[in-house]
T-cell receptor, first 116, second 111 residues
Framework: GDSVTQMEGPVTLSEEACLTI???????????LFWYVQYPGEGLQLLLK???ADDKGSNKGFEATYRKETTSFHLEKGSVQVSDSAVYFC???????????????WGLGTSLAVNP | DAGITQSPRHKVTETGTPVTLRCHQT?????MYWYRQDPGHGLRLIHY???????DKGEVSDGYSVSRSKTEDFLLTLESATSSQTSVYFC??????????FGSGTRLTVV
């Protein structure tokens, strides 16, 4: 079945360091891919998305490119801030899952801590 | 903002008691979901709804039931709460542009 694999955390970085959080997926067809972020004590928020191969999603300085050849959707940011400390979730919806449920397939999340 | 409100935000209940969590949305979205979030398990789907009175089970539905008598409200009931149901519960809606939008969560503790 469909699945998402994220790199395990926690990831600890200093402010202004570069960030990459790896995400790979297994899916039939052509899934849509998402990154969600969860700040401490809050719900999940959509960070960015990509709906077809080679699309690049971007938001708040974060980017991720939908790579069908490597089945990957790695999250990157060139210079992290303390305010980026959160848990990041990679997720997909398969185009074959477009019936009644629109269920997201989730990774387990990667915790990021950014130190001043 | 999809206008999703979860209530209560926090609840402590005793083992064996029934508990109902409420999710309310203000924008007439068809699809609604209940998830639980636990360390090491990420988010797991409990139940979902694709319309009034149309619901189905997710991957961890045992011990839970749902009801959707109005478009705007999706209720999650723990029939007889157990300690294993201590968790943070999130409601979500789906729309075709934004994808999922989540509520702020309900932290449930079963003692």
């Amino acid at each position: 079945g469909d699945s998402v694999t994220q790199m395990e955390g926690p990831v600890t970085l200093s402010e202004e360091a570069c960030l990459t959080i790896n995400c790979t997926y297994t899916a039939t067809g052509y899934p849509s891919l998402f990154w969600y972020v969860q700040y401490p004590g809050e719900g999940l928020q959509l960070l960015l998305k990509a709906t077809k191969a080679d699309d690049k999603g971007s938001n708040k300085g974060f980017e991720a490119t939908y790579r069908k050849e490597t089945t990957s959707f790695h999250l990157e940011k060139g210079s992290v801030q303390v305010s980026d400390s959160a848990v990041y979730f990679c997720a997909l919806i398969s185009t074959y899952n477009a019936g009644n449920n629109r269920k997201l397939i989730w990774g387990l999340g990667t915790s990021l801590a950014v130190n001043p | 903002d999809a206008g999703i409100t979860q209530s209560p935000r926090h609840k402590v209940t005793e083992t064996g008691t029934p508990v109902t969590l409420r999710c309310h949305q203000t924008e007439n979205h068809r699809y609604m979901y209940w998830y639980r979030q636990d360390p090491g398990h990420g988010l797991r789907l409990i139940h979902y709804s694709y319309g009034v009175k149309d619901t189905d089970k997710g991957e961890v539905s045992d011990g839970y039931s749902v009801s959707r008598s109005k478009t705007e409200d999706f209720l999650l009931t723990l029939e007889s709460a157990t300690s294993s149901q201590t968790s943070v519960y999130f409601c979500a809606i789906w729309d075709s542009y934004y994808g999922y939008t989540f509520g702020s969560g309900t932290r449930l503790t079963v003692v």
